[in-house]
């Protein structure tokens, strides 16, 4: 599926089931509303919030498809070329943040710090007497 094509569904779905379009400002909030829940997922599942019992069947895909489908609705109903505005930033992002970010030494710092506690985690394992983890980091230290 391409970007054109999506917004054709989106606006195909909206005439056949949805009746018409709520206005760009209930739409504004349902979408800061799928971005919270994207981001209960990602802060709970990734980072240093311990997950609910009713958060661990939620699924992410299906969640950033909301946002996604909120996003077109609103190009939609602004006239908005999704395509062409994607290419347009892509070109931006392309020739301002280049060497902008392959300069960026938080970003080595923090790739390193990574690589490092990796590392760490590894040699704890190895050291708990659990064959299992010592292979593991005799395998992956040669990586």
Not at 3 to 17: M, R, S
Not at 112 to 131: D, H, M, V, W, Y
Request: one cysteine or more.
């Amino acid at each position: 599926m391409n970007i054109e094509n999506a917004q054709k569904q989106v606006d195909d779905w909206i005439k056949a089931h949805g009746v018409r379009y709520f206005n760009e400002l209930t739409n504004m909030a349902q979408l800061t509303e799928e971005v919270g829940e994207v981001a209960r997922i990602i802060a709970r599942r990734y980072g240093e919030q311990s997950e609910k019992a009713s958060d661990k069947n939620k699924d992410l895909g299906e969640e950033l498809a909301d946002v996604l489908f909120v996003v077109l609705c609103l190009a939609n109903q602004t006239g908005i070329d999704l395509k062409d505005a994607f290419e347009k930033k892509l070109d931006i992002k392309t020739q301002r943040d280049h060497d902008r970010h392959h300069n960026n030494q938080k970003i080595k710092i923090n790739e390193l710090f990574t690589k490092n506690k990796t590392t760490r985690i590894l040699e704890q394992c190895a050291k708990s007497g659990n064959p299992f983890f010592y292979h593991s980091y005799a395998i992956l230290s040669f990586l």
